[in-house]
Structures are given as structure tokens and as C-alpha cells.
């Protein structure tokens, strides 16, 4: 069964960093792609960035990403992170760890992060 679980969310101040950790039972090469999406109040799961497994990334073309946010994995540790910079208080959502297989779509259970004035 996989798992993907999610950790390293909470309350940081805008202008403060927290880096977001996705572990998944087993190899994370059993996805094409791994990524992090978000889920703001009142709005729809949206893209955050992605890592493909030749290690390629894409990242949301949105300002609430650009030039703040890396994501990145350690192989040997079947993890994908996603590093955050500079937070503003429109980061706030709950983050998701994606792992797409083709046509399956696997998720995880989500990580509030919350950016306060």
C-alpha cells in the first residue's frame, strides 16, 4: 500500500522559513512525478512545484511561489521536500504530497502551514 506522509507544517511569522518533508512508504522512483500542491481556505487543491524522477522540476507560475520556494528529495531517504522562504501570509494553506504512477494518483493527508503578521 503506499503512503505518503506529510510533515514539518505549523505557525512561523511572515517573512520566516519552514521546510515541508514528504515521506513515501518505499521508493519514490515507483512515481513519475512527486510534487506539492495546495489547498488555501475557500479555494480549490492547486499546484505548488514538482520533481520528475530524472530530477527535473517545474513550479507553479504563481507569486505566491516564485523564487521562495524549492523542492527537492534525498533518494536513499524516499523523501521530497519542499523548502519555503521568505512565508507571506497568502502561503497559508494545507500542503499536499503528491505522487503521480501513471494514471494513479496517490496523496497525502496534508500539512497546515499557517504565516501570521
Known sequence: Q???VESGGGLVQAGGSLRLSCAAS???FRFNTMGWYRQAPGKQRELVATITTAGNTNYAD???VKGRFTISRD??????FLQMNSLKLDNTAVYYCNG???NL?????????????
Open 100 to 102: 503521480r504512477s501513471y
Open 26 to 28: 518505499g521508493s519514490i
Open 62 to 64: 504563481a507569486d505566491f
Open 105 to 117: 494518483n496517490y496523496w497525502g493527508q496534508g500539512t497546515q502551514v499557517t504565516v501570521s503578521s
Open 2 to 4: 503506499v503512503q505518503l
Open 75 to 80: 533518494i536513499a531517504k524516499n523523501t521530497v
